[in-house]
């Protein structure tokens, strides 16, 4: 089960906003762009209210409950009179395997459902009623109603109110839970306290991300079975001063220095393979060190509202790194490195979680504290998070973690002034009444803001990017169009062709402007357009108009004869293999932008007959020649 949708609905600054997740149905790695202000993280804050991930939502939430939270959504400007309702509604697609997952629990209810009634996608939406600022009540509605027979029933019918009810909480059950890591979540924390005397939601959420490792470790460890309740047995519950010297000397001592331990192992091995990994980079000698300790333990007393001593001692970890003969806490590590680890253990052992349930996990600005360069890495690592049937959303401002490959399950986001603003104050302080967060398919926002430049230009402009003296150098070869970069983009990063910077225009004839940059900021110029009567008539167009020679524009006929666009290449039989790729009876020439996009965005690998495959590399060969003259 996956969500292909969410539609928004006076989520705070939020009026009404889609995100439709379904338009690239291969796809599980989704971008939200814009600007700080701009409400991205409304957005995420709307999409993880609709089902919370229990650990995450902890510490999100606060004190505070979901449905409490649902209330608290009421944009602020209308909390004295707001009529209306604040609505979530998501749509999810089921595959093969849930239906035989709810047909299941279902049977195991005593009642049968009818499998040819079940849709392949549902909506289901929660939604909270006001009237005069005042909350009416919270209520869900959703087209989830499969017919069912019970007992000796021979014919399907409706489901009556109780069978509704278990059926719809089945459904609820099997729904992808939704996992929210804002930035201050990775503040990575000095001490996790293992004892559940010790409150806090900060503390909880990584108290539970612990129990993860000890789950990833494959031992069956769980921090009370194999640590707290070693600690707390009851010949040890004496005062601190007299629990020590007997503690200390116990078996129980050793069995949890040896769970700690294995824990230990467990995070260095994944924390610096996936370094090692990500980033290329070797890690020596160093390894994670997990240190535990017992203190006096304490209880929350309701009626002094403060702490008091107890018996039943606390158990808590520290994380350092170890290098060679020197410790470092974790805590005093750089905000970068903290982000990281903190980030590893987030995304790697809570996948992993034993309840085997799907994830969307939301990241808001991740990466913000490393470099640029660390940013274009790591996103690299982002379509494994998302492996199986787990999602991811992350938001950003930086470019530097925009993958162009995903550029069609991106999504800009814009906090538009109802009121005309002209001044960044002015802006900084409009109420939710002159405000509203609109989210655009990049595909669309393309459309509605035209570039003459690029198709990544509108990009650029959204976050305000201003080239560098240091860009210089990023020269590359303007295609005429999305089509073109992302075929021969697939067939260069697939067969590693190297030392070759492929960039999309809107069109042959589209590249004016972004010819002129090119000569005002000294970089070379490099384009090759289409062979067809329109690339032919731009080729002599820009020739004259920018005085270009052959070293710097050409037509693809140049590198192979029989070429007239690079959907030409693929033969009747490569169509065929790519539609059985695709799962679809037959392809067109015109599918292969779309589907060679996915593939980009997903990491996988389109059969493509040899000689198709050998052609094309020979043009690539070609064109990275073409790009050093």
């Known amino acids: 089960m996956r969500y292909t949708k969410f539609e928004i609905q006076n989520f705070k600054g939020i009026k009404e906003a889609t995100i439709n997740l379904g338009r690239t149905p291969t796809a599980r790695v989704f971008t939200l762009v814009g600007l700080n202000e701009s409400g991205k993280t409304t957005v995420l804050e709307a999409i993880h209210s609709f089902a919370p991930d229990s650990s995450t939502d902890t510490v999100i939430g606060q004190t505070t409950g979901i449905e409490e939270r649902r209330r608290e959504a009421v944009p602020r400007s209308k909390i004295s009179d707001f009529d209306g309702r604040v609505s979530i509604k998501a749509t999810l697609k089921l595959d093969g395997n849930d239906k035989n997952a709810l047909i299941d629990m279902?049977?195991?209810?005593?009642?049968?459902?009818?499998?040819?009634?079940?849709?392949?996608?549902?909506?289901?939406?929660?939604?909270?009623?006001?009237?005069?600022?005042?909350?009416?009540?919270?209520?869900?509605?959703?087209?989830?109603?499969?017919?069912?027979?019970?007992?000796?029933?021979?014919?399907?019918?409706?489901?009556?109110?109780?069978?509704?009810?278990?059926?719809?909480?089945?459904?609820?059950?099997?729904?992808?839970?939704?996992?929210?890591?804002?930035?201050?979540?990775?503040?990575?924390?000095?001490?996790?306290?293992?004892?559940?005397?010790?409150?806090?939601?900060?503390?909880?959420?990584?108290?539970?991300?612990?129990?993860?490792?000890?789950?990833?470790?494959?031992?069956?460890?769980?921090?009370?079975?194999?640590?707290?309740?070693?600690?707390?047995?009851?010949?040890?519950?004496?005062?601190?001063?007299?629990?020590?010297?007997?503690?200390?000397?116990?078996?129980?001592?050793?069995?949890?220095?040896?769970?700690?331990?294995?824990?230990?192992?467990?995070?260095?091995?994944?924390?610096?393979?996936?370094?090692?990994?990500?980033?290329?980079?070797?890690?020596?000698?160093?390894?994670?060190?997990?240190?535990?300790?017992?203190?006096?333990?304490?209880?929350?007393?309701?009626?002094?509202?403060?702490?008091?001593?107890?018996?039943?001692?606390?158990?808590?970890?520290?994380?350092?790194?170890?290098?060679?003969?020197?410790?470092?806490?974790?805590?005093?590590?750089?905000?970068?490195?903290?982000?990281?680890?903190?980030?590893?253990?987030?995304?790697?052992?809570?996948?992993?979680?034993?309840?085997?349930?799907?994830?969307?996990?939301?990241?808001?600005?991740?990466?913000?504290?490393?470099?640029?360069?660390?940013?274009?890495?790591?996103?690299?690592?982002?379509?494994?998070?998302?492996?199986?049937?787990?999602?991811?959303?992350?938001?950003?401002?930086?470019?530097?973690?925009?993958?162009?490959?995903?550029?069609?399950?991106?999504?800009?986001?814009?906090?538009?002034?109802?009121?005309?603003?002209k001044e960044m104050m002015d802006s900084a302080i409009l109420d939710d009444a002159s405000v509203d967060v609109k989210v655009t398919p990049y595909r669309n926002f393309v459309g509605q803001n035209g570039s003459a430049l690029s198709f990544f230009q509108p990009i650029a402009d959204r976050l305000n990017v201003v080239p560098s003296k240091f860009d210089i150098d990023r020269a590359g070869i303007l295609l005429e169009g999305k089509s073109d970069y992302y075929i021969l983009e697939y067939f260069r990063r697939t067969y590693s062709v190297s030392g070759l910077r492929l960039y999309p225009a809107l069109g042959s004839g589209t590249l004016d402007a972004l010819i002129a940059l090119l000569r005002g900021w000294g970089q070379p110029v490099r384009v090759v357009l289409d062979s067809d009567k329109a690339g032919k008539e731009n080729e002599a167009r820009y020739k004259a108009k920018f005085i270009l020679n052959d070293d710097e524009i050409a037509t693809l006929d140049r590198f192979d004869f029989a070429a007239i666009e690079v959907e030409s290449f693929f033969s009747e039989e490569d169509l065929e293999k790519v539609a059985s790729f695709s799962g679809k009876s037959q392809v067109k020439k015109k599918d292969l932008l779309r589907i060679f996009q996915e593939a980009l965005a997903g990491n996988k690998k389109i059969p493509i007959t040899t000689k198709t495959v050998n052609r094309i590399k020979l043009l690539l060969g070609k064109l990275a020649e073409f790009q050093k003259d």
């Open 106 to 421: 279902a049977a195991r209810a005593g009642i049968v459902i009818d499998p040819e009634a079940l849709e392949d996608e549902v909506y289901y939406e929660r939604y909270s009623e006001y009237c005069s600022g005042d909350l009416k009540g919270n209520y869900y509605d959703t087209n989830y109603a499969p017919r069912v027979k019970t007992g000796r029933q021979t014919k399907f019918r409706a489901p009556n109110e109780s069978e509704e009810g278990k059926l719809l909480e089945q459904f609820r059950l099997m729904m992808p839970s939704i996992a929210y890591f804002p930035t201050f979540v990775f503040d990575f924390p000095e001490r996790i306290y293992l004892s559940k005397n010790r409150t806090g939601v900060k503390n909880s959420f990584y108290r539970d991300l612990f129990q993860d490792i000890l789950d990833y470790g494959g031992r069956g460890h769980t921090i009370a079975d194999h640590i707290v309740n070693r600690v707390q047995k009851a010949e040890y519950q004496l005062d601190f001063v007299g629990f020590l010297p007997v503690f200390t000397k116990s078996n129980e001592k050793q069995q949890v220095s040896q769970v700690v331990d294995h824990a230990a192992r467990t995070v260095t091995k994944m924390v610096f393979s996936k370094w090692n990994e990500i980033f290329g980079e070797t890690t020596g000698n160093k390894e994670i060190i997990v240190d535990w300790d017992v203190e006096q333990g304490q209880r929350w007393e309701e009626t002094s509202k403060s702490y008091v001593d107890t018996n039943e001692h606390d158990v808590f970890v520290q994380f350092s790194v170890k290098d060679g003969a020197d410790r470092f806490s974790i805590s005093t590590r750089s905000l970068g490195f903290r982000w990281f680890f903190s980030f590893l253990l987030f995304t790697q052992f809570r996948a992993a979680r034993n309840d085997q349930k799907p994830l969307l996990f939301l990241l808001d600005e991740p990466a913000s504290n490393l470099h640029s360069s660390a940013q274009q890495k790591l996103i690299e690592s982002f379509p494994e998070i998302a492996q199986d049937e787990h999602m991811l959303i992350y938001s950003t401002h930086s470019h530097y973690m925009i993958e162009p490959n995903w550029l069609e399950q991106a999504f800009i986001v814009q906090n538009k002034p109802l009121a005309d603003t």
